[in-house]
C-alpha cells in the first residue's frame, strides 16, 4: 500500500466535519476611534487570518481531524540521520524574518543565517561539520522548530546554512463572507486590533456568537514607539517589553542619571533590543526615584507596576491560586501554571514556549548581571522589575522560565539589567 505524502495529510484536512459556527465581530467602545485592521489567530494550530475593520469573521467549529493545518509549526527535516548533509522544509504563515541556526549538543553556536521569508513553505540546505549531534532551530514570528539531528560523517566541514528556494503562496482576493478561521471547542483565539498607531489584544475561548467591543488606550514612549497592550482582569498591560532609550555599549561603563534615558541590549545587539526589549537598572527605570508605582520610563499614563500589581496578575492568570491568595506573598518559586500561562507562544528555546493564555506574552529576554558586565540566559528567562524597593540595594523583581511552570518572586540587585512592563493608570 501506498504511503501518503505529508502533503497528502495535509490536505486531508478537507475532510473535516463542520459543527455549528460562530460569527465573531467588532466595534470600537469609543465612537471617536475606527477600527482599521484585525489580526486573528487560533492559538492551538497557528492559524491567522486578516480581517479589515468592518469585516465579519466565521470560527468555523470541526471534529474529526483538528490537529493539521497549512500554517501549521510543523516542518520535516531529511535525511535524519544523515552523512553531513540535510534539507528542512518547513512553512511561513506571514512574511517575516527567519533566524536559522545549528547548535551543538552542549547548546554552542555553529552556524547561523537570517532570511527575510514570504508566505509560504521554504527549503534550506544544512552542512553539518562531521560525525555527532546537533540542534538545528528556526525561529519565527508564528512559532519555533526545533530538530535533532545526527550526523555520521567522519570528514570535517564547515557549518552552513542554505536557502535553496521555495513556493510563495499567493495572494487570493475574497469576499466578506469567505473570511473564515478554523475552530474547535476549547481553543484560545487571539484578537490583535488596530486602530491609527494602537494595538489592542483580546483572547478568548468563544463559545457563541458575539460583537466585541474593543477599547484603545494609546501607548507611546519617549521615542515614539507605539506598544501593544491588553486588558487582564481589570488591569492594562503592556503586551510587549519595553524598548526605550539609547544603547550603551558594556564595554563603556553603565547608565547614569544624566537626563538621558538608557539601556543595555542583549550581548550589545540591537536586534535583540528590537525583538526582545531593553535591559534596564533599576535606578535608570525608576528615573532616580524610590517612590513605588512611579511613571520612570514608561509612556505618559503608564507607570511601573508595584510588587502588589504583580501579585494581582499573578492570580488573574493562575489556575488554582486567584488574587488574593496568601501564596502570592511567599518568595520565589510560586503559583501553579502562571509562570508558562504568562509566557509567549514563541521564542523560548527547545519548545519550552508557554500558553500565553491571556495576552501578556512574557518574553525570554535574559539577563545582565550588573557586577560581572555579562549578559545570559536569553531565550531561556524574562525577569521584570517592579517599582518596589527591598532595600537600598534591591528591589523585587518577576521571573519565568522554561521548565517551571510558576513565577519566581525574589529581590535582585538594582545594578543588574532586566526587562521592563508597564501598567496603565487607573
Known amino acids: 500500500m501506498k504511503k501518503l505524502s505529508p502533503f497528502v495529510l495535509l490536505c486531508v484536512v478537507v475532510l473535516k466535519l463542520t459543527a455549528q459556527d460562530i460569527t465573531i465581530s467588532f466595534q470600537p467602545k469609543e465612537a471617536v476611534n475606527t477600527i482599521d485592521s484585525i489580526w486573528v489567530t487560533n492559538q492551538r494550530t497557528n492559524e491567522k487570518v486578516k480581517l479589515l475593520g468592518h469585516e465579519t469573521l466565521t470560527l468555523t467549529k470541526v471534529t474529526g481531524i483538528t490537529d493539521l493545518s497549512f500554517t501549521s509549526e510543523k516542518g520535516y527535516l531529511y535525511p535524519n540521520p544523515c552523512h553531513g548533509e540535510a534539507q528542512v522544509s518547513f512553512s511561513t504563515s506571514l512574511n517575516q524574518e527567519v533566524v536559522l541556526g545549528v547548535y551543538n549538543i552542549s547548546g554552542q553556536l555553529l552556524s547561523l543565517e537570517r532570511k527575510y521569508l514570504t508566505l509560504g513553505q521554504h527549503k534550506f540546505h544544512i552542512t553539518f561539520p562531521g560525525t555527532g549531534l546537533f540542534i538545528f532551530s528556526v525561529f519565527k514570528d508564528d512559532g519555533l522548530l526545533s530538530f535533532k539531528v545526527a550526523s555520521m560523517d567522519s570528514e570535517v566541514h564547515n557549518c552552513n546554512i542554505e536557502y535553496s528556494g521555495g513556493d510563495i503562496l499567493k495572494s487570493i482576493k475574497r469576499a466578506t463572507a469567505d473570511i473564515t478561521l478554523g475552530y474547535a471547542e476549547g481553543d484560545n483565539i487571539l484578537y490583535s486590533i488596530f486602530s491609527n498607531k494602537n494595538n489592542t489584544i483580546i ?165 545582565r548581571i550588573g557586577a560581572l558586565s555579562l549578559s545570559v540566559q536569553i531565550r531561556e528567562l524574562g525577569i521584570w522589575w517592579t517599582s518596589t524597593e527591598y532595600n537600598d540595594g534591591y528591589a523585587w523583581a518577576r521571573a519565568v522560565t522554561t521548565d517551571i511552570l510558576g513565577v519566581n518572586r525574589y529581590r535582585w540587585q538594582k545594578g543588574d539589567g532586566y526587562s521592563v512592563r508597564c501598567l496603565r493608570n487607573e
Open 203 to 367: 483572547t478568548d475561548f468563544p463559545t457563541v456568537s458575539k460583537i466585541y467591543s474593543v477599547e484603545f488606550h494609546e501607548c507611546i514612549d519617549p521615542d515614539n514607539k507605539s506598544y501593544r497592550i491588553g486588558k487582564i482582569g481589570n488591569q492594562w498591560w503592556m503586551a510587549e517589553n519595553l524598548n526605550v532609550g539609547t544603547m550603551v555599549h558594556e564595554a563603556y561603563g553603565n547608565p547614569t542619571d544624566n537626563g538621558i534615558i538608557e539601556k543595555w541590549c542583549y550581548n550589545n545587539e540591537p536586534d535583540s533590543c528590537s525583538k526582545y526589549g531593553g535591559l534596564y537598572r533599576w535606578d535608570e527605570m525608576m528615573q532616580y526615584t524610590t517612590q513605588q508605582g512611579t511613571r520612570g520610563i514608561c509612556p505618559p499614563g503608564w507607570h511601573i507596576p508595584t510588587d502588589e500589581e504583580w501579585k494581582v496578575l499573578e492570580g488573574a492568570v493562575d489556575s488554582q491560586y486567584g488574587i488574593g491568595n496568601t501564596t502570592w506573598d511567599n518568595i520565589g518559586w510560586r503559583g501553579s501554571d502562571a509562570g508558562t500561562n504568562l509566557k509567549s507562544r514563541s521564542g523560548w528555546m527547545q519548545d519550552y514556549n508557554g500558553k500565553d493564555l491571556l495576552g501578556f506574552s512574557g518574553q525570554p529576554g535574559g539577563k
